[in-house]
């Protein structure tokens, strides 16, 4: 190929991806010096969080308990300003004209958009920072929840630093408090990078109680509404899905609207289950492996292949 070829085929491809029709919907254009949240910086914040509740796990290896609030002091300021940045880039993603925690803010006085959206994503990592203490206290019923549920577990240690249901769940209780303070798409964001890295796929929106757990973990789904109560167990490939979407009157699907499984407290799902719609799984019920679930089961009940 000669170089004018080349450049002449350079040249005509720049011309129709540049084309306005031809990126309608799949652009985003940044405001000056505010891009769209980091995926690398997301990343150190997973890391600093999964630090700061498993402290010697992840992060410093070299820490005791003479240098454990130092270390926490400076991871906590550090995970503080990472978060504001990221909050106020994932702010401007959405119309701040119509964003009414924006038009709210904290210092309605001010003028300038730029310094309310400030203000509103210092008090999002602010409350966040708040709310650690209780995220370690989950996650420790969690990791309990883990280590009771496999005979092959021999420590909680191995818990938190091997299996795949505690990585996923630290991310996923992170992502759910930003989801419910209205973060615009971090929290969608932080899901996706633990279901690359452990397989399992928790939409932020969906309630998850206490002492929850996944065996194995490849494979599982749950919805943005699934709802899940205390001491519930899943097994690898199971699915809380909806079973169909209403549509609006153009067509197209209604968001927002309930349609994943509620699961009540005490319930164990067996690998490949698929339970869809906005069914209830009673209190204490089993549902067996490779079933279709699409109905409410009764507390207590037993739901298995027919032979």
Request: some cysteine; overall charge negative; charged content about 25%.
């Amino acid at each position: 190929m000669s170089a004018r070829t080349l450049a002449n085929t350079l040249t005509r491809t720049v011309d129709e991806l540049a084309r306005p029709e031809s990126y309608k919907d799949l652009y985003h254009e940044h405001n000056d010096g505010v891009p769209l949240p980091s995926g690398e910086v997301l990343q150190e914040i997973i890391d600093l969080a999964r630090g700061i509740i498993f402290p010697g796990y992840y992060g410093r290896s070299c820490i005791d308990k003479n240098t454990l609030k130092y270390h926490l002091g400076v991871d906590i300021e550090r995970l503080y300003s990472l978060l504001v940045s990221q909050i106020q880039a994932g702010l401007w993603y959405r119309n701040l004209e119509e964003d009414e925690a924006i038009l709210n803010s904290p210092c309605p006085e001010l003028s300038s958009m730029e310094t309310k959206v400030r203000q509103v994503a210092e008090k999002h990592a602010e409350d966040f920072i708040a709310k650690l203490p209780e995220l370690r206290r989950i996650l420790a019923t969690d990791v309990i929840a883990a280590f009771n549920g496999d005979p092959a577990a021999k420590s909680y240690g191995e818990i938190i630093s091997c299996y795949p249901v505690i990585k996923e769940l630290t991310i996923y209780r992170i992502a759910h408090e930003l989801w419910n303070m209205q973060v615009p798409l971090i929290p969608r964001m932080l899901t996706e990078m633990a279901h690359s890295e452990t397989g399992i796929d928790i939409h932020p929106g969906a309630q998850i109680g206490e002492y929850f757990t996944i065996d194995h973990g490849t494979g599982v789904v749950i919805g943005e509404t699934s709802i899940i109560g205390n001491n519930v167990k899943l097994y690898q490939g199971v699915t809380l899905g909806a079973k169909s979407f209403p549509l609006d009157d153009k067509g197209n699907p209604i968001k927002g609207i309930p349609r994943h499984p509620i699961l009540e407290d005490d319930v164990i799902v067996y690998s490949n289950a698929s339970i869809l719609g906005r069914v209830t799984i009673g209190k204490g019920a089993i549902i067996g492996g490779n079933v279709w679930v699409t109905q409410d089961v009764k507390a207590g009940e037993s739901i298995t292949q027919k032979r």
